[in-house]
């Protein structure tokens, strides 16, 4: 549900755009496979994404690579593309629309976990055809037992000379993947454990997964190698020497950069490193935000030299608008700026100006609060919530002038 241009707004699941990516998330479990893949390819490179998605590895391009996705559905391939691919096409896998030797490295997150043995012969021919000679290819790989550990190393040795495989999972998992793999996994998980986990809140849920996360960077940044859990590997393979498994071309100075949310005439403060949401905002479940949740109240504090106007979108998904409808209040440094009623659900763009007296009292600090007056429980997690917010933005020049 961001906006994406005139009357165009669409959900992107799990993209890592360097428009969105906090250097934070970098320890987010849910983002281990991306991060790997992030630390293994070279700055510049020419890199094609088989099964793109809607652009799970944009977070490339604040490496300067030359980033190309292929996906049999035609609208994930469009949501790559407006989401940071230089280029994205639909086609089989089995049938990539390039010529040989195009690519330094070929990538792919979870593909290889659909297909049978058969299909999956027919894409890596595919996709060593379209690999450099010296060129390089990185995999996450979803496992139903520990047998396919080795059955998928004797797949890539016969394409390619050189294969490493790594088990991954045994230490890092969600804690969603942990309630969803019960009596699916190889490994026995205590009742008690998961009782604990399907307990969480959901911002429990996501300090948890922080957590494992952070295992997870521990176990690239000293190489240590996991028991096999039967869940998941890491496969990387060429036809030329290997370099180190992990952090073979770690240069992480692009992802601690704060300019992610300026804009020409100001910041977009959802973007923003400097930006401060307290605990009324829940942080978004996905990379980018649909929109940043909200319970009853939130506050943004946040830094600007001028300001002029703030502006945001909204929306609600609270039932029955028509006969209940949502009160909403917008103030800035304890000053009511706008108020106003929701009747039905849809998207709002809010603009409202800063008024002179303001901006001569805040030094260049402000404070934006919201306040709804009522939620609703949301029935997947138990949160209340009354509205979800997007593209805020602190305008901090004056077009009139």
Known sequence: MIPNGPGERYVSDELLDARYFKALDRFDIRFAPAMWVYDNVRAGADVLHLGCGPGTLALLKRKGVTLTGVDRSSEAA????????DATYQADLASLPFGNDAFDYVISLDVFSLKSEQEERAVLTELRRVLRKDGVTLHSIECNDAAKDTDEATRFRKVFRHVAVEPRDALGVSAEDFVAQDGES???LATDFLDYLRGLSFKERRAFDMAMGYVASRVSDLSVRLPSSGSHIFLKASDVPLGPFYNEHRDRRALFSNDGGM????????RHSAAVFDDGWFEPAMIPPVARLMGKQGRIRFHADDLFEVSFDLTTQLPELNQKPLGLEVTLNGVRLSAFTLYKSGWLQVCMSVPDSMR????GEFELELRADRTAQQPSDNREMSIAVCNIVARISDLKS
């Open 78 to 85: 469009r949501t790559a593309r407006r989401n940071g691919y």
């Open 186 to 188: 190889a490994v026995k």
């Open 263 to 270: 804009l020409e005439n100001g910041l977009c403060l959802d």
């Open 360 to 363: 001569a009292k805040s030094s």
